[in-house]
């Protein structure tokens, strides 16, 4: 019998493949004691898992290669480490089991490393990682991590770290379902940057075994379990369909009356460009550069690995507009070199620009290396800072991009309610704005967007939401400059045209989205677009607002 889940639908299509499970942190193995005619049994299969897993590590990277290769050959060193062995063995010979000695042995190293100084502490996860293979081995559950896989499969997760995000194989992964993590969390995000369907927020996922086929439809939020040879040949058709309705779609982004709203790509780095161009962005709205900074979070890339990133998406847009977002670290992307290890609430503390501020040398080298990339190029190149509170952030912001001698326009994004409350004297200090919808929600409602029991409060439907959007809208409009939304509101089809009647000047989304928000913004008039935006801030409720849009962009 066929059972039918539902979460939050967050990118759009239909992923039909079976359950593979994101590998949990490994738990502390018990301490129980072993009798003493054990011991060599149980040396024996810690070498053996030790040497398995250093293979398997091995041939991981040769089929990698480059960077990854040598990442992995070093961690397969890590593994193989004499003096890990030795502790290991001495502490089975003492009565510990194989995965107990080896998680004591790893501790022991663990402590050792972590008291040695910052770049040796920025090894610890490595070694964790190591060790966790090892113990997930000699207990014999899956692996940590991302599963080691050569079919497709349809990839199950509590929620997705971007660094685990990162390392996700497209080819392999037909589409993703997470038990937390709202819609605006990262792995919504990088699901649309994948361009694959995803749902989140569906808490029963996590129980479904390991191989069990499923249909996951990202557009309604719904997951079939063992559908039927109809239900999957029904949706199919219907995902086809859609597609096919897309393919026409083409040209800059224009209401029906050729009022015209530039549509911009989010890109977490080069690699999201071919997508980017193949949707017709008009150029980049949102450059997410930390994920170049999440490789290794014990230190910064280098300015000549920085203007290598930089360059070649900027090369990607010769005409048109990029706009690059410096480093937001912290909350949910942490770095060890810059964020505090030991916050209580790392949404709310230094985090984004803030922590640039602190670390004037990490914005100084970004900054340098942007305005080295941009030379020579037609790019119109556009620099933006995550997290400006108020006037003193932009003016420090703008201040550090004028002395690195960067020749682009300085932006703000508003992401805190503070900023949408006092755009105009922000923009006093530079010369547009960006709104990051899914931080200004998440501060506008205290709901975290990492977890899904407060889904309903991150929905961009929000009234209140709607009227902080406005209210840059308007004060930029007031000012003369351009206020844009890089946050996933923008790749809400119907949104979008509500977002156009508040006055925004351009949407920036994955590129995935592009074709359906095209789609639906040419099919209705500026007129059509405000009055939806009218209808949609008189509600009470997310609901009601997209009911009240839809009635009266359908003429109802
Ligand atoms: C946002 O907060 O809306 C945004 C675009 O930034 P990020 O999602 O990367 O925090
Ligand atoms: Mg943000």
């Known amino acids: 019998m066929q059972t039918t889940l539902r979460g939050v639908g967050v990118s759009h299509g239909v992923a039909i493949g079976e359950v593979r499970h994101m590998g949990t942190a490994v738990l502390e193995p018990p301490a129980k004691q072993i009798p003493p005619e054990e011991a060599d049994r149980e040396q024996g299969r810690a070498r053996q898992a030790v040497e398995a897993v250093a293979a398997d590590l091995i041939a991981r990277g040769n089929l990698a290669g480059g960077e990854a290769q040598h990442v992995l050959e070093a961690q397969a060193m890590i593994a193989q480490d004499p003096e890990l062995m030795v502790d ?130 990202g557009s309604t939020g719904e997951l079939f379990v063992e559908p039927s040879a109809e239900k999957r040949a029904e949706m199919e058709a219907s995902a086809a369909a859609r597609k096919a309705a897309l393919a026409g779609s083409s040209g800059p982004g224009a209401t029906s009356d050729g009022h015209k709203v530039p549509l911009l790509a989010n890109v977490g780095g080069p690699g999201d460009v071919p997508a980017a161009v193949e949707a017709g962005a008009e150029g980049v709205g949102l450059f997410r550069t930390e994920f170049l900074f999440l490789d290794d979070s014990a230190k910064a890339p280098s300015e000549e690995k920085q203007i290598a990133s930089y360059r070649a998406v900027l090369e990607a847009f010769p005409e048109g507009r990029v706009v690059v977002r410096v480093l937001d670290a912290g909350a949910d992307k942490p770095l060890d070199f810059l964020t505090p290890a030991d916050e209580p609430n790392p949404a709310l503390g230094v985090r984004g620009l803030r922590s640039l501020l602190e670390h004037p040398d990490v914005l100084r080298t ?33 201040d550090a991009c004028r002395e690195a001698g960067l020749q682009a326009k300085f932006g703000a994004m508003v992401e805190i309610p503070s900023a949408a409350l006092r755009a105009r004297s922000i923009l006093q200090e530079v010369e547009f704005l960006s709104l990051g919808t899914n931080d200004l929600a998440q501060y506008a409602f205290a709901a975290d967007r990492q977890v899904g029991a407060v889904s309903r409060l991150q929905d961009p439907w929000q009234p209140a939401l709607l009227d902080l959007i406005a209210m840059s809208a308007e004060a930029a409009s007031a000012e003369g400059k351009s206020c844009g939304v890089c946050g996933e509101a923008a790749s809400d089809p119907l949104l979008a045209c509500v977002l156009t009647g508040l006055g925004i000047t351009s949407l920036s989304m994955g590129a995935a989205s592009i074709p359906y928000v095209r789609a639906t913004l040419a099919k209705y008039t500026l007129a059509q677009c405000e009055r939806a935006a009218v209808a949609a801030r008189a509600a009470d409720t997310a609901e009601e607002a997209r009911v009240a849009a839809q009635a009266v962009l359908s003429g109802e």
């Open 88 to 217: 290991a063995d001495r502490r089975i010979a003492v009565g510990s089991t194989a995965e107990r000695a080896v998680y004591d042995a790893f501790s022991h190293y663990r402590e050792l490393l972590a008291g040695a100084g910052e770049y040796m502490a920025g090894r610890v996860a490595d070694l964790d990682d190591v060790r966790n293979r090892i113990v997930a081995r000699l207990l014999g559950v899956p692996m940590p991590g991302v599963p080691d896989s050569d079919e497709p499969y349809v990839l199950i997760a509590r929620d997705l770290a971007p660094a685990d995000t990162a390392l996700l194989d497209p080819t392999l992964v037909l589409g993703f379902v997470t038990e937390e993590g709202g819609p605006t969390s990262h792995s919504a995000i990088l699901a649309r940057a994948l361009g694959v369907p995803a749902i989140v927020a569906l808490p029963g996922a996590g129980e479904l075994a390991e191989g069990t086929l499923i249909a996951v439809d």
């Open 366 to 398: 970004q900054l340098t290396a942007l305005a080295k990339a941009a030379e020579g190029l037609p790019v119109h190149l556009e620099v933006m800072a995550p997290m400006v509170a108020d006037r003193i952030d932009a003016k420090a912001f703008a």
